[in-house]
């Protein structure tokens, strides 16, 4: 029975040599792909609603009327812009009345640097500068509408404000 047993075991090893050298003399065959991959430049941004009526209804007698403030809104940006800054710019679809003045600051990431209030009229005007490549979410757009006494009444009115996010690619 041994003599059986080390014969099965002999056999066997030398079936899985026989197999094994098939296997190394007919490796089979193969196939390959060029897989070609592009990352295009991405500048997206996206504002959280419409903010409150900007409204001027009180002032200190003796001094200008007091400026109207809406910081209720956020926007949101996505950037892979790596050969330079981004900015994001703004502009109104029509000019304010007479002597009446929008004016815009966007919050920017941790680490940049606070933007000012920025006048709005009907052109580009960049209203933040150095965004470098990621991302920023929920971030702060405050409205100021300032108008002197001289501007005088100038009743319900309503302007669109376009945001837009460039940069070099």
Avoid: W
Wanted: aromatic share 10%; hydrophobic share 45%; charged share 10%.
């Amino acid at each position: 029975m041994p003599m059986k047993k080390s014969f099965a075991l002999v056999f066997a090893l030398a079936f899985a040599l026989v197999l094994s050298g098939v296997a190394l003399a007919n490796p089979g065959s193969t196939a390959s792909q060029t897989v070609s991959f592009e990352v295009a430049p991405i500048h997206a941004i996206a504002v959280s609603g419409d903010p409150q009526p900007l409204v001027i209804n009180s002032a200190s007698a003796g001094s200008e009327p007091d400026d109207a403030i809406d910081s209720s809104t956020t926007y949101s940006f996505t950037t892979n812009c790596v050969y330079g800054a981004s900015f994001i710019s703004a502009s109104l679809d029509s000019p304010m009345p007479p002597g009446v003045m929008l004016l815009v600051r966007m919050a920017v990431p941790e680490g940049d640097f606070p933007e000012p209030y920025v006048l709005l009229g009907n052109y580009d005007e960049i209203v933040v500068f150095g965004l470098n490549a990621g991302i920023g979410s929920n971030l702060g757009i405050s409205y100021m509408l300032h108008a002197p006494a001289e501007a005088g009444y100038n009743g319900f009115s309503s302007r669109t404000v376009t945001f837009t996010l460039m940069g070099d690619v």
